[in-house]
């Protein structure tokens, strides 16, 4: 399965971008799409994830009130909308999925068995 981000950028802060991943395959049953993010010279960490059959959510508490996930299951797409957004929102920004990962991994790079690229996203004061 092949995931391609796309929509970075360089913004203000306080404004707006909106990151988009487009699956190859549709082979996610039960599973999750997520986003991770990296700083310079810092781990990946969670952002968001959606479950894949279902409404649920889950936000990171950073970004909770500023950012939205959604999907689109026909295209097997999902969307991050970033609102005010802040200069610690920096990073390169990771898709991920799974096709069967638990709750308790979805936080964890370690559930997820595909990955993007990455795209970057720069936030400047």
């Known amino acids: 399965v092949e995931l391609v981000e796309s929509g970075g950028g360089l913004v203000q802060a306080g404004e707006s971008l909106t990151l988009s991943c487009a699956a190859s395959?549709?082979?996610?049953?039960?599973?999750?799409m997520a986003w991770f993010r990296q700083a310079p010279g810092k781990e990946r960490e969670f952002v968001v994830a959606?479950?894949?059959?279902?409404?649920?959510?889950y936000y990171a508490e950073s970004v909770t009130g500023r950012f939205s996930i959604s999907k689109d299951r026909a295209k097997v797409t999902t969307t991050l909308q970033m609102n005010n957004l802040k200069p610690e929102d920096t990073g390169v920004y990771y898709c991920?999925?799974?096709?069967?990962?638990?709750?308790?991994?979805?936080?964890?790079?370690?559930?997820?068995?595909?990955w993007g690229r990455g795209t970057q996203v720069a936030v400047s004061s």
């Open positions: 395959e549709r082979t996610f049953g039960d599973g999750a």
């Open positions: 991920a999925a799974d096709p069967a990962i638990s709750t308790a991994m979805l936080f964890d790079t370690r559930g997820y068995s595909y």
């Open positions: 959606i479950r894949w059959n279902s409404a649920a959510t």
